[in-house]
C-alpha cells in the first residue's frame, strides 16, 4: 500500500507555511514495516502549539481512512 501525511499545527491563524502540509507522500509499505519522516519547523512566537499528524492510504479520505496519528504539544517562551 502507499501512504501519505497530514499534518495539522494548532492555533491556525499562528501557522504559516510554504508549500502543502497534507498529502505529503510517505510511500509503499509492506506488512509490518515503518517509516521516519522529518520535518523542520520555526517558531517566530510564543505560545502553545499543538502538531498532529495524521498517516492514511494514498487516495482514502475521512474518519475510516486514518491508519495512524501522532500528537505532541510545543510550548514556545520568550528568553528574557
Not at 25 to 36: D, F, K, M, S, V
Amino acid at each position: 500500500m502507499v501512504f501519505t501525511i497530514d499534518l495539522e499545527v494548532n492555533p491556525p491563524e499562528y501557522v504559516i507555511y510554504e508549500g502543502v502540509i497534507t498529502d505529503l507522500a510517505i510511500g509503499r509499505l509492506n506488512n509490518g514495516e515503518c517509516r521516519e519522516v522529518t520535518t523542520s519547523l520555526c517558531f517566530l512566537a510564543s505560545g502553545r502549539f499543538d502538531i498532529s499528524a495524521v498517516v492514511r492510504c494514498f487516495g482514502t479520505s475521512g474518519m475510516d481512512s486514518r491508519t495512524a496519528r501522532a500528537h505532541t504539544t510545543v510550548i514556545v517562551m520568550e528568553l528574557k
